[in-house]
């Protein structure tokens, strides 16, 4: 076994592994340094900004692991990215803006992985 072929492997067992962290408890991490007084409020929801997933039900089939979510559905659009980042600029929308962009960031980390 050369090599690449170590780390095919490696990205194939490791990768739904850091999704899910990243889905999961990356944001803790972002909420606990941005938000320390109210980290666990900031916490859930970022976690909350996942129903933007809910957009996979349009999607035919709905889950496809070897789909890149990024550029696919709409909730997952280069112009909906676009919105979330203007939604930076409002501070009662910026945790959520932060927990989007973060997702969309999870995503394409997830895209890239899968082209190892």
């Not at 939604?87 to 995503?107: E, N």
């Amino acid at each position: 076994m050369n090599s690449g072929n170590y780390l095919e492997v490696f990205v194939l067992y490791s990768r739904p592994i850091l999704h899910y962290s990243l889905h999961f408890l990356a944001p803790g991490l972002i909420a606990y340094i941005f938000w320390k007084s109210k980290w666990k409020q900031a916490w859930l929801i970022i976690i909350a900004t996942m129903l933007v997933d809910l957009d996979h039900l349009l999607a035919q089939p709905i889950f496809d692991a070897e789909r890149c979510s990024i550029g696919f559905h709409f909730l997952h659009s280069f112009p909906a990215m676009a919105v979330y980042a203007i939604m930076l600029f409002f501070p009662k929308l910026r945790i959520i803006a932060v927990g989007l962009l973060f997702h969309m960031l999870t995503d394409q980390i997830d895209c890239w992985l899968m082209n190892i």
